[in-house]
């Protein structure tokens, strides 16, 4: 997809805004998050403007899981962090606020207060085993 002018992810990976750059390679570019997490909070984009994970091309959402599976690690090393909590807002119902998908790699130390991802959902719903093998059928079949 072509970039966009008036997106800020698009405006970085061309060099408009600046970033503190921790990778590029042909199909990604990774900074470091200017509003941080935790020290360390990157951001994993691809060059190409798309919204949402499933728009991406498979070459390059490969390209980015490949970037997420190398980066993580040296966030790690770099932060002296035991862990990373790495996650993607896909859509805006999710808190996605730049349409351009994004992957945060966010270096953690146990016990530094933030909780594991299902903290992100205080109210979880109760479901049925056969409610979930409907649900399972409507995601093969869809």
Do not use: Y
């Amino acid at each position: 997809m072509a970039a966009s002018a008036t997106c800020v992810f698009c405006r970085i990976v061309s060099g408009d805004i600046p970033a503190t750059k921790v990778h590029e390679d042909a199909h990604v570019v990774a900074f470091l998050d200017v509003q941080p997490l935790r020290p360390g909070h990157v951001l994993v984009v691809p060059r190409s403007h798309v919204a949402r994970l499933h728009d991406m091309p498979h070459a390059e959402a490969d390209a980015l899981w490949r970037a997420v599976h190398a980066i993580a690690p040296r966030a790690e090393k770099a932060l002296g962090a035991s862990a990373t909590t790495i996650g993607v807002n896909n859509g805006r119902a999710s808190g996605q606020e730049v349409p351009h998908v994004h992957v945060h790699i966010v270096p953690r130390k146990e016990g530094d207060g933030a909780g594991p991802f299902h903290a992100a959902f205080p109210d979880r719903p109760s479901v049925t085993r056969e409610e979930m093998q409907a649900i399972a059928e409507r995601m093969r079949s869809g």
